[in-house]
């Protein structure tokens, strides 16, 4: 373990944002995340996990704590369930593809999401129908402070959409250092009727799919919509979708009667962000060296060589002018550093 000086975070985000670190240092396992902790010279620390939920408008004049802590292992089992345990630092979609392997359904939907393991709860990651939450059972945590680990339950994490207790009262107090899900080894709950899985399955000829049909259609239309991090610079969906009252959705249809929607619960309904972005005339605009992906209005891209600001202050313009068409305010998906 080794702290290193000023450097770039470029390759530690997948906006590609060229914002620096004054210092820098990669943990391996408890123990190494625990010495660094204690380290009273870097008062300033942040915690980085994949980089693909977080926007660098500036450099971080502190200690930038990469988590590397890797391993993947099923904990307990009977014929229906099994409960696998994955360290912080496993790549999410290197995860989902080894459950697939091992016939373990439950997270097959969430496939090629970018982003680790270890923050996938604090967002309650969600795609085609299927939240974390779903599968989730219990994360280890070790508090900023006392250097002490503490096991969430489900319960205790107030999951919500796109949302978690690690965004709201615990935020800045702990670092997720592994997760445990529950997953089916037989019958298999299927999500195929979010999104287009149904008439992609139907495409390939596929009556009866199995986890590993879902999530190769799930990873064919992602990669048909959303452009790959690694050759352009994106963290995926930047905006949350909105949920309004029906009482606001019903004034909307007046103007717009193609508005879609999702009910949330008797009295909401989600609205698609990307429909509204799309709608305000921002889907495929480019400014320079950045912009709105062509296929997706939900995400903003980095061309190569723009900056963090260039990106916040596009993704403020969408969020005004959305204001302004719709009377309806979204909200930033990414955190903003």
């Known amino acids: 373990m080794q702290i290193q000086e000023n450097i770039s975070l470029k390759p530690y985000n997948t906006f590609g944002i060229d914002a620096k670190a004054k210092h820098f240092v990669t943990v391996a396992n408890i123990s190494e995340l625990e010495q660094v902790l204690t380290l009273k010279n870097y008062p300033n620390k942040l915690i980085l996990g994949g980089g693909s939920n977080m926007l660098l408008t500036k450099d971080f004049d502190g200690l930038v704590i990469k988590m590397n802590l890797k391993g993947i292992e099923i904990v307990s089992e009977d014929e229906t369930f099994v409960t696998v345990k994955a360290q912080a630092g496993e790549v999410w979609h290197d995860f989902v593809l080894w459950t697939i392997k091992h016939d373990f359904g439950g997270i097959e939907n969430l496939s090629l999401i970018p982003g680790n393991v270890g923050t996938a709860p604090i967002q309650n990651i969600g795609a085609y129908g299927v939240e974390l939450k779903d599968t989730f059972e219990s994360c280890e945590a070790m508090a900023i402070d006392s250097k002490t680990l503490k096991t969430f339950e489900k319960n205790d994490c107030n999951f919500d959409y796109r949302n978690s207790i690690f965004k709201q009262e615990a935020k800045g ?42 999530s190769r259609a799930v990873i064919t239309i992602r990669e048909s919509k959303l452009p790959n991090p690694k050759l352009i610079g994106n963290c995926g969906s930047f905006f949350k979708n909105p949920v309004i009252s029906i009482q606001e959705y019903e004034k909307l249809t007046k103007n717009f009667n193609d508005i879609p929607n999702y009910p949330v619960s008797d009295d909401t309904v989600k609205v698609p962000a990307g429909w509204l972005i799309e709608k305000a005339g921002f889907k495929g605009k480019q400014f320079g060296n950045y912009g709105v992906h062509k296929n997706q209005a939900l995400v903003l891209v980095n061309y190569g060589g723009a900056s963090g600001t260039d990106i916040y202050n596009l993704s403020e313009l969408i969020q005004k002018t959305v204001k302004r068409l719709f009377g309806i305010s979204i909200e930033a998906e990414v955190n903003i550093l």
Do not use: C, R, W
């Open 173 to 214: 107090k702990y670092i997720i250092t592994s997760v445990n899900f529950k997953l089916t080894k037989s019958n298999h709950k299927l999500n195929i009727h979010y999104g287009a899985i149904s008439s992609e399955l139907e495409k390939e000829g596929i009556k009866t799919p199995t986890i590993q049909d879902i």
